[in-house]
């Protein structure tokens, strides 16, 4: 029984956190959805799942924290879509690569916070955005040259 009762403790608190915490969330401007962080949650080491469609525990980055159950909004907008579209051809690009390539790519990105890889989409990414615009749909596109001074081009549909 005090198992018991000590859960249905544990659960009122963790909701009067998360009124508390979207209350000071909307008072001073912040993100409701910024969780709580949790030790020990539910007398347990972790804990991962959804309550009842209200809570969500999860584990990001070693960190365990709950925030409000959510379903996330997928619109499938044109400009969405053609941008998924163009990160699909980026990464197939990049993984049909050579090494020697890939190898230019991660020592670029040498001392910054991001991979090679990471480095080739945001350059694609961006010279997609300058030659296309997120209005066309993308077919392909080609790279020509060594990073850093590459040529890339991009087809659009027809």
């Known amino acids: 029984m005090s198992y018991f009762l000590g859960f249905i403790l544990l659960i009122a608190l963790i909701f009067m956190l998360w009124l508390l915490e979207g209350a000071v969330a ?5 993100r409701k959805n910024a969780g709580v962080k949790l ?3 539910m007398y347990s080491i972790s804990a991962r799942g959804t309550i009842g469609k209200a809570f969500t525990f999860l584990i ?4 365990q924290y709950a925030r409000e159950y959510f379903i996330p909004a997928n619109p499938q907008t044109a400009k969405q879509v053609n941008i998924r579209t163009a990160m699909q051809l980026i990464v197939a690009y990049w993984l049909a690569g050579s090494q020697e390539r890939k190898d230019k790519y991660k020592a670029l990105a040498k001392g910054e916070k991001f991979t090679g890889m990471n480095y080739f989409i945001s350059r694609a990414l961006k010279e997609y955005i ?12 080609v790279v020509v040259d ?5 040529t890339w081009t991009w087809t659009e549909v027809v």
């Open 26 to 30: 909307r008072k001073c401007g912040v």
């Open 130 to 141: 300058v030659q296309l615009g997120t209005t066309k749909t993308p077919a392909s596109v």
């Open 146 to 150: 060594d990073p850093p001074n590459e």
């Open 39 to 41: 030790i020990g949650p």
């Open 60 to 63: 990001w980055k070693g960190i």
